[in-house]
């Protein structure tokens, strides 16, 4: 399979490092192999998959994690390591040794992360054995080549990266993601890997990745699947000149939160348009609403609703599957001859049936455009969100189908 390259200019982040090579887990040559070396005392935070289920290397992960003396990552993707009960764990905990000793370091201090095919044998002596190469491989300069050593049924990379200023240093914040299928996120997304040359305390870098997570990654479903692997990292080395940022009302951390966040929406979407088979990116906007919960009753409806995603893939204005997935979210005491709901800026549907000025041009118009925002204001409050999806196609089918052959 061909990986499109559409990197952003991918700035480097001091005291972060990535080195990728190629174990041959699936696919001899294809890069599927990577570690990255965090600067000593570098603040670390995460987030994971909640799915019960969840694989071997995450157990491990949180548990380094919480030890608070992580130093690298070490990724492979062509196997999840999931549902392999105790070899599972036995096989992510020899990585974890196996680059210790490569390292001169402790097992605690290594973060393993595994993506791919469920319930299959970790081929760990492959990856032991490609371990030295991916060290050789480190440089503050390797995110273009680790943005392609992470992905699995992906068709191109996915990062992002900018600069700021705050107290009149400039920072970065430069991150990566993999992610196609499997897609609807309960804590953050597939793999997702961002750093900052900022010094963050680790509680208040938590917090800030917690809120950037929330909206950018817990936004997006392509099929509503939560994966077992799922694990999100925020990494602040610390390197950058400034004062240590230590809670949250300074301006410095507003300033970098919405950095941070603007990062992942980014590599969110990237995600959802790279969603397996998917031709189109559907913003789903919910207003009007009483709650945040109400808010998402409505706006999955819609987006998990295999007949409306479809009807996307087609370009159908199909107006008619909305309603009825709204209809179907499961509020309380819902008055449809008050909400209304659009596309674009066409109305669809008003005082309970479809809108006087609507046309099935005015419909087809939008419907024909590679991007589209489902806009449902359901006039009982003053909540609202935003989630992104994409529409459903047979090349989804064959890909799922297919997965293992």
Not at 96 to 105: F, K, P, Q
Request: glycine share 8%; proline share 3%; with cysteine.
């Amino acid at each position: 399979m061909s990986i499109t390259i559409n990197l952003p200019k991918m700035h480097p982040v001091p005291g972060f490092k990535l080195g990728t090579t190629s174990a041959g887990i699936k696919v001899l040559g294809q890069k599927d192999l990577v570690v990255m070396q965090l600067v000593d005392n570098a603040s670390i935070a995460g987030v994971f998959t909640q799915n019960v289920f969840c694989a071997a290397p995450v157990h491990i992960c949180k548990a380094h994690l919480q030890a608070g003396k992580a130093r690298y990552f070490v990724t492979n993707t062509g196997n999840a390591n999931a549902g392999i009960g105790e070899q599972g764990m036995q096989d992510a905990m020899a990585t974890c040794i196996r680059l210790a000793e490569l390292t001169d370091t402790e097992p605690s201090s290594i973060l393993p992360f595994s993506t791919g095919v469920i319930g299959e044998s970790l081929p760990i002596d492959k990856i032991l054995h490609a371990l030295p190469a991916a060290l050789d491989a480190l440089s503050e300069e390797g995110w273009v080549d680790a943005a392609q050593g992470i992905l699995t049924t992906d068709t191109c990379t996915k990062g992002a990266s900018r600069q700021i200023q705050l107290q009149g240093k400039t920072i970065t914040i430069t991150g990566i993601s993999k992610g196609s299928g499997m897609i609807r996120p309960d804590m953050a997304t597939m793999l997702a890997y961002v750093a900052t040359d900022a010094p963050v305390a680790p509680n208040i870098l938590q917090t800030m990745l917690k809120q950037a997570a929330d909206h950018s990654f817990n936004r997006i479903t392509v099929d509503g699947d939560t994966s077992t692997n799922d694990s999100c990292m925020l990494v602040a080395t610390g390197k950058a000149e400034i004062g240590v940022i230590d809670g949250q009302d300074s301006l410095e951390y507003k300033q970098l939160k919405n950095a941070v966040t603007e990062v992942m929406e980014q590599l969110a979407r990237a995600i959802i348009l790279d969603g397996e088979g998917a031709t189109k990116l559907i913003n789903i906007h919910i207003q009007g609403a009483t709650d945040a919960q109400e808010c998402d009753a409505v706006a999955y409806t819609i987006a998990h609703s295999p007949l409306v995603k479809t009807a996307f893939f087609a370009s159908d204005p199909n107006w008619g599957r909305i309603l009825a997935a709204v209809g179907r979210s499961g509020v309380k005491n819902l008055d449809i001859n008050s909400l209304e709901i659009y596309l674009d800026d066409v109305c669809l549907v008003r005082n309970g049936g479809r809108a006087e000025d609507y046309t099935e041009a005015r419909g087809q118009a939008v419907m024909d455009q590679d991007e589209i925002t489902v806009r449902v204001d359901l006039k009982r409050g003053d909540a609202e969100t935003t989630i992104w999806t994409c529409d459903l196609s047979y090349d989804y089918v064959k890909i799922n189908a297919e997965y293992r052959t």
